[in-house]
């Protein structure tokens, strides 16, 4: 399994990005996907799930009404817009897939089994 993360970059407290990720090696539509973000010397954390068909999605609180998860199954790809960014949006987004292949939407880490490597995303104020 590969989970190729793009869309990164450094943008300006208000801003908006969206995150992509390719994934390959895996039936894409069958899986749960999600997004975490890790900053330094700190765990990763949950920013955004969704279940194999897009209908059910799950946001951790701090993103709520600014991120939306969307994904692509033709294209086996998951993205995260992200909208009205902020300094504490600031790390590392990580791509996931779920550790089962049940296409649920999950949020906790060790729910997932595959993932990419990583986009850095800097805000600044």
């Known amino acids: 399994v590969q989970l190729q993360a793009c869309g990164g970059g450094l943008v300006q407290a208000g801003a908006s990005l969206k995150l992509s990720c390719a994934a390959s090696?895996?039936?894409?539509?069958?899986?749960?996907m999600g997004w975490f973000r890790q900053t330094e010397g700190k765990e990763r954390v949950f920013v955004a799930a969704i279940a194999r068909s897009s209908g059910v999605k799950k946001y951790a609180d701090p993103v709520k009404g600014r991120f939306a998860i969307s994904r692509d199954n033709a294209k086996n790809t998951v993205y995260l817009q992200m909208n009205s960014l902020s300094v504490e949006d600031t790390g590392v987004y990580y791509c996931?897939?779920?550790?089962?292949?049940?296409?649920?939407?999950?949020?906790?880490?060790?729910?997932?089994?595959?993932w990419g490597q990583g986009t850095q995303v800097t805000v600044s104020s």
């Open positions: 090696g895996l039936t894409f539509s069958d899986y749960g």
């Open positions: 996931a897939a779920e550790r089962l292949r049940k296409g649920l939407v999950r949020s906790q880490l060790s729910d997932f089994g595959s």
